[in-house]
């Protein structure tokens, strides 16, 4: 073989070799799949929804990408009275940075509705962003940022993948997030490990996350509306600047302690009312759930 290009293949290895194990160590296989139960409770208790996300892997001509998409929806028993059907999907490098490509969103939660788009580049600190609100006219943005903004999607599976080994009860782990219009902060702090029941699957071993979200200077000013899916402004409920998400630790996520750190239940406040989730069934793991102590 020509030494030339004998010596050129191994260069191509020497960068791509590190890069490709590392993937191989990422918490999440490309044919996860898992289904999150969504309960409401105020005045009265019961499940009311369920979120399904699915990831799959896919060739691009500018590399390998992963791509999510997660649906959440009311149970029809529970559609006369609030119908949600909400879409997102997602996509992101199959690398270790897991940078952020696309991102669209649609919402329909009542008689509310709202569509995004975003694009990213600039290694991520850029970002271009559509919106479509009701009442609202058709507006565009671009946002930049010293760190790489994430949607909520690439958020978690980055978080999984190296947020929680980084964080303690004293040092908080911080992602920038594009949300609807704005940038926010999203912090997580780990409150600890504890065995928690999850409803049809059993006791695991989880770690504990408490989380702040911190907005930025609104993109639009004469838009006071904020919204993190699920709350405020449908069904005639104000909800301005999102109140009952920001602030400190109004949410916390429970993922499992192993390998996978997939979420296995959350809680969180809405408008009126409080929701949780669990994780109710599950698939295509990369590893086993070591974290279920017994079912």
């Not at 004998?6 to 160590?25: C, E, G, H, R, W």
């Not at 609807?180 to 999203?186: C, G, N, Q, Y």
């Not at 009952?244 to 009126?272: C, M, Q, R, T």
Request: aromatic share 12%; proline share 3%.
């Amino acid at each position: 073989m020509n030494k030339k290009l004998l010596t050129f293949l191994l260069v191509i290895l020497s960068i791509l070799l590190p890069s490709a194990l590392k993937a191989q160590d990422l918490p999440f296989s490309d044919k996860e799949q898992l289904r999150i139960v969504i309960h409401y409770k105020w005045g009265f208790s019961a499940d009311i929804a369920e979120l399904n996300v699915k990831v799959s892997r896919e060739e691009k001509a500018s590399g390998p990408q992963f791509y999510v998409t997660a649906n959440i929806a009311t149970f029809k028993a529970w559609d006369g009275l609030f119908k949600i059907r909400d879409f997102y999907e997602s996509r992101f490098s199959a690398t270790p940075d897991l940078m952020p490509i696309y991102q669209h969103r649609e919402i329909s939660e009542g008689g509310y509705w709202a569509r995004n788009w975003f694009s990213w580049r600039d290694q991520g600190r850029t970002i271009d962003v559509k919106v479509d609100k009701q009442k609202y006219n058709h507006r565009e943005f671009t946002y930049t940022d010293k760190d790489i903004i994430r949607d909520v999607i690439s958020l978690v599976f980055a978080l999984r993948s190296e947020g929680l080994g980084k964080m303690t009860t004293a040092k908080r782990v911080s992602y920038p997030m594009v949300l609807d219009k704005d940038i926010v902060t999203v912090s997580f702090r780990m409150i600890g490990r504890e065995k928690k029941k999850i409803p049809g699957i059993g006791e695991c071993k989880t770690i504990k996350t408490g989380i702040s979200v911190k907005r930025h200077a609104a993109k639009d000013a004469n838009d006071t509306s904020g919204r993190f899916s699920i709350t405020g402004e449908a069904g005639g409920v104000a909800n301005v600047d999102g109140a009952d998400f920001y602030g400190a630790e109004k949410i916390f996520i429970w993922f499992s302690d192993d390998e996978n750190h997939i979420p296995l239940y959350f809680s969180a406040p809405v408008a009126i009312g409080s929701i949780n989730g669990r994780l109710a069934s599950y698939s295509g793991l990369k590893y086993p759930l070591n974290s279920l102590i017994s079912n």
